[in-house]
């Protein structure tokens, strides 16, 4: 690979954030190779950014994402902690020892029956002679329970951190609050593997830019995240620090205690993060911060189940591909920072995400006459959970359309001829698009589409003022005394006094008559 990219560090913290980033780095992978038909990618995103190159203690040329990943005992199923791709087996074989063994074996989680197929290494040999892995069938979506299940990527030995005094599953030993995240990095033990870890990362980068955090909001994982991003700002302050909050997709009225934990660990999430990130930006398709259950948001062009993260996360994560373009290009100036910064002026230190997936190319079409058939409604899809942003004031934003041949285009923020890749275990969620994502009457049999055309959105809106006063709103009325489980796990009544306030000035930026548009 070319050298002189400007790096940048992934951190993934929490089960959802792993969802989203198996997704995410599945689709890297998949924009490594060629594309259909043999033909070579325009080249535009440099995929040095996102990845390191090693080599194993074998001398094997390794090509690995640079990730550390934060998740809890019982996450990985048969994911091994330090990989697989630098493990010594002759080292392993090895036993110095010349006394009498005793053998103590714990029985191995069992591989997923229904995803075997389609984590082989043999894939498919498809009609134009090359190797694809096969599709999860309809149905068999239900039976994917951990992100490990299908992720595709061999991650560096460096990159997986289980937290095990916390579990993933149980009614036990769950980290569900903000404080007992905030509490995870104040151990030494996990505080000094998460520094050991950054310093391997960074120490090797020429140009590092920035980190971008995937942290779920939801659960305790938003103190961990806050955490991170605080440990972050002291130790690389002037890199970029873009963190996306992610929220799983609707939620039940009749988990009353679960309800009122999500809403205040996304409230201290969003606040603590706003104030130790470059920006924050909320995911999710559940359709509301707070505890108001709405309807989960809706694709024109998609069809998706909002029941399963593997269906979910396969959708931000196709959207934080593109939305994130402007600091991978190969061409740009555009850093973390610089985006930031257009992003989050005068304190403005929260976004939203919005998207068009796909984006409705039609063969012959000119990007003026696809726009004009949208109609005057906005055309995209809200990301964040933030109500829709049609008819407020735009502060500012970074807009890309990517997979559009140039020539049917008159101008755009962020154009490129690379479509997102969609290749398998990507959701087969699109029924009448082409291989390329070209809108169509009807998809032929059997042809699943392999590319889309995708419109995506970074926007600083007015909307947001209403957004986080309504959240500070529901946080006033609580009665903590009911929720005192949440409290004594690090939250004290002065962090919640200060929790309103600083909910309130973050609204206060977002005042209609403040600020630039852009």
Known sequence: MAGGAREVLTLQLGHFAGFVGAHWWNQQDAALGRTTEGEESPGELCPDVLYRSGRT???????TPRLILMDLKGSLNTLKEEGSLYRDRQLEAAIAWQGKLTTHREEANSKNPNLQDLLSAEGVLSSDGALRAKLIQNGKENSIKVWSDFLRVHLHP???CVIQKYNHDGETGRLEAFGQGESVLKEPRYLEELEDRLHFYVEECDYLQGFQIL????DGFSGVGAKTAELLQDEYSGRGVLTWGLLPGPYSLGEPQKNIYRLLNTAFGLVHLAGYSSFVCPLSLGGNLGLRPKPPVNFPYLHYDATLPFHCSAILATALDTVTVPYRLRSSTVSMAHLADVLSFSGKKVVTAEAIIPFPLVRGQSLPDILMQLGEATPWTSLSA???SAGHRCFAQSVVLRGIDRASHTSSS??????????????HFFSSFSQKGLAMDGAPKGAAVQSIPVFGALRSTSSLQRTLRDLGDELARLDLRRWASFMDAGVEQDDMEELLQELHSL???????????N
């Open 158 to 160: 460096r990159s997986i």
């Open 414 to 427: 962020y154009l490129l001829l690379t479509p997102c890749k969609m290749a398998p275990p990507y959701p």
């Open 507 to 517: 609204a206060q930026c977002y005042q209609e008559g403040g600020g630039l548009s």
């Open 386 to 388: 933030c109500g829709d």
């Open 215 to 218: 942290c779920d909001l939801h």
């Open 57 to 63: 203690l074998h001398g094997q040329e390794t090509y």
